[in-house]
């Protein structure tokens, strides 16, 4: 019998924690945002957490930021979405309150208990390079208090994964989006991902 791919691998995780519970989110998401795109790819971007267009998609990155972040990774790996995998470090939307109406950063105890669906996609996936989005996701992965203006565009590793932080898309389009430095330094740290795939 064949072993199963790295969809069906993906698939079946999925399905083991659609209904997770493990932590407060699960009572005011609408939907679980899992991952999407290639389980065979090489590379993995990691961002955040949904926010709310994507916890009523139950896709990662589909809102504004998602856009600019899509329209970035074109240009520079000429990759379409459907070319590469796509997640977050939490798999909930994590709001200020229950209404939903702003969101937050995850809180500690959030990414711990969301941390083990990641490290299993990645051991499913096994890409060749992770880029972690923005501050939140750079800090649950390298396990630091160092500012992303100081990670970013450096090499560390994650599991014995090569691990590039950058900015996340958000913190660009809050500066000015495609016209600010930051976009310049986040599609320098995209190019620099880039090499290492070559
Ligand atoms: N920001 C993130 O970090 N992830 C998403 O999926 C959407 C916005």
């Not at 390079?129 to 970013?152: F, H």
Request: net charge positive; glycine share 6%; proline share 8%.
């Amino acid at each position: 019998m064949n072993s199963p791919s790295n969809k069906e691998k993906l698939d079946f995780l999925f399905s083991q924690i659609k209904s997770c519970q493990r932590c407060p989110l699960s009572a005011s998401r609408s939907t679980l945002v899992f991952g999407d795109g290639n389980p065979d790819s090489r590379i993995v971007f990691a961002g955040e957490a949904p926010g709310k267009e994507e916890d009523l998609q139950g896709r990662p990155f589909v809102g504004r930021s998602g856009q600019l972040l899509s329209e970035m990774i074109l240009d520079v790996f000429r990759l379409q979405r459907k070319d590469y995998y796509i997640t977050n470090i939490l798999k909930c939307r994590p709001t200020i309150n229950q209404e939903m109406i702003k969101d937050r950063p995850p809180a500690p105890e959030e990414i711990a208990s969301c941390m083990p669906i990641l490290m299993e996609q990645l051991k499913i996936v096994k890409p060749d390079v992770i880029v972690a989005i923005g501050s939140s996701s750079t800090k649950a992965l390298l396990n630091t208090n160092e500012g992303i203006t100081t990670l970013r565009g450096k090499w560390s590793v994650f599991k014995d994964i090569p691990l590039l932080p950058t900015f996340h898309p958000s913190y660009v389009l809050r500066n000015g989006g495609k016209n600010s430095p930051q976009y310049a330094m986040m599609i320098a740290d995209l190019k620099k991902a880039r090499e290492r795939l070559l």
